[in-house]
């Protein structure tokens, strides 16, 4: 620990990865840039170099943040959430729900053949689809099975090596659309 107070060491290890993944998401390459997903590529090297959180800490630490995350989620979205669903609600609710059904399908698919546990293979499904709350959701349900320590961290794990790649597979997507787009205009 960096200081004698893990509370306070925890603190220092969590501004430092947000204060320099914003500063490496608001860095633009080509007019991309990583956004607010700067602050996981931080935290994968913090942690490669050991800056941890103590356990008990970080626990908090993650579900504090999942739900501010969430949060600020619902605040971004809210305005626009019931013209959207009046418009054009049920073609989008059946577009998630089907990304969701191919992405668990295929994570479970590739957990089998590649014999990866399906505690890993969770977080690799919502590392590659992006999406933390069903990392939270694991984790949470892994607990509340009295899962052993060792698989409620694997889906962590899971979500830490795949949410690159699916930033990555997004960002590749929208090239590709606005490509298209000036073929089809």
């Known amino acids: 620990p960096l200081?004698?107070?893990?509370?306070?060491?925890g603190m220092l290890v969590l501004c430092a990865v947000a204060?320099?993944?914003?500063?490496?998401g608001s860095l633009k390459v080509r007019g991309l840039s990583l956004g607010i997903a700067g602050t996981?590529?931080?935290?994968?090297?913090?942690?490669h170099f050991g800056l941890n959180i103590e356990p008990d800490v970080r626990t908090f630490l993650q579900e504090f943040g999942l739900i501010i995350f969430v949060y600020t989620i619902g605040i971004q979205v809210g305005p626009g959430f019931l013209t959207t669903l009046r418009n054009r609600g049920l073609t989008l609710?059946?577009?998630?729900g089907a990304g969701v059904v191919?992405?668990?399908?295929t994570a479970v698919l590739l957990c089998r053949w590649l014999k990866i546990d399906l505690a890993a293979g969770v977080g690799?499904?919502?590392g590659a689809t992006t999406n933390t709350p069903s990392l939270g959701a694991a984790q949470q349900a892994l607990k509340g099975i009295g899962a052993p320590e060792a698989s409620v961290a694997a889906p962590g794990l899971g979500y830490a090596v795949c949410y690159p790649f699916g930033i990555l597979?997004?960002?590749i997507?929208?090239?590709?659309?606005?490509?298209?787009a000036r073929i089809i205009a």
């Open 3 to 9: 200081l004698t107070n893990h509370v306070a060491s």
């Open 19 to 24: 204060a320099l993944g914003l500063a490496l």
């Open 40 to 47: 996981l590529f931080v935290g994968i090297i913090f942690g």
């Open 93 to 96: 609710n059946l577009l998630a």
């Open 102 to 105: 191919v992405g668990a399908a």
């Open 124 to 126: 690799i499904f919502a």
């Open 169 to 171: 597979g997004i960002i």
């Open 173 to 180: 997507a929208m090239i590709l659309v606005r490509w298209l």
